[in-house]
């Protein structure tokens, strides 16, 4: 699979009549629920909604991350839930950056460590992998940082290395969950620069979950949802 040239002027991201249920028998929660989806290439979108209304299992769903029970999903018009475990996860590391409220970094590895894993997932050689990582942390401002392990970084710090490591591929996508749900205003604002920037100067696609009126703000739009659909769509 691979986002080429013929596909510039559709969707990157589609998704039709989309059901992923938890539980058995009676125990049954509708996660999602026939949703619809799209986003165009190179658009920023926010996902809001309350507690437990779907929307990290919608990027969890939507990212590969997670299976579905019914629907389809289109990546550059390709149905990524038809791909082996091995190829999705080669698809991820090669095209998609992830960014988590909590990290989510090795904390065995240090910093450039941690920004070099989807490089080398992805069949970069080591010491290429040295090299970008090194770039991109240089970029965020914590190539000082680069032989701290996590416990050693502040809450802001550990976040702009995770931006490294999901930005370090130069993504097609990039989801994030909560990007700043740890981070106070101030450090709020220095992730989404990090991302904002990254986003218009590379044309990327950015899906984030966000409870933050403030980062809302900074997508093309935004998608309410409620109890597994969605309920409205705000175009900024």
Known sequence: MN????????????????????????????????????????????IMGP?????????????GLDSINDGIILIDQNPIHALS??????????YMGFIFQTYNLLPVLTARENVEMPLLISGISSKEAVDRSRKQLDMIGLLQWEDHKPAELSGGQRQRVA???????????????EPTGNLDSKNE??????????HQGDNQTVVLVTHSDTVAERADRIIYMNDGIIVDIENR
Request: aromatic letters at 6%; a negative charge.
């Open 189 to 198: 604002k220095e992730v989404m620069d990090l991302i904002s920037k990254s």
């Open 3 to 46: 986002f080429t040239e013929t596909n510039q002027n559709k969707p990157i991201i589609s998704a039709n009549g989309v059901r992923k249920i938890y539980g058995i028998g009676d125990l049954v929660v509708k996660a999602l629920d026939g949703v619809d989806f799209e986003v165009e290439r190179g658009e920023m979108v926010a």
């Open 85 to 94: 475990d091995d190829q999705m996860s080669e698809f991820r590391a090669k």
């Open 51 to 63: 507690s437990g209304c779907g929307k990290t299992t919608l990027l969890n769903c939507f990212s």
């Open 163 to 177: 931006i490294a490591r999901a930005l370090v591929n130069n993504p097609a996508i990039v989801w994030a969950d």
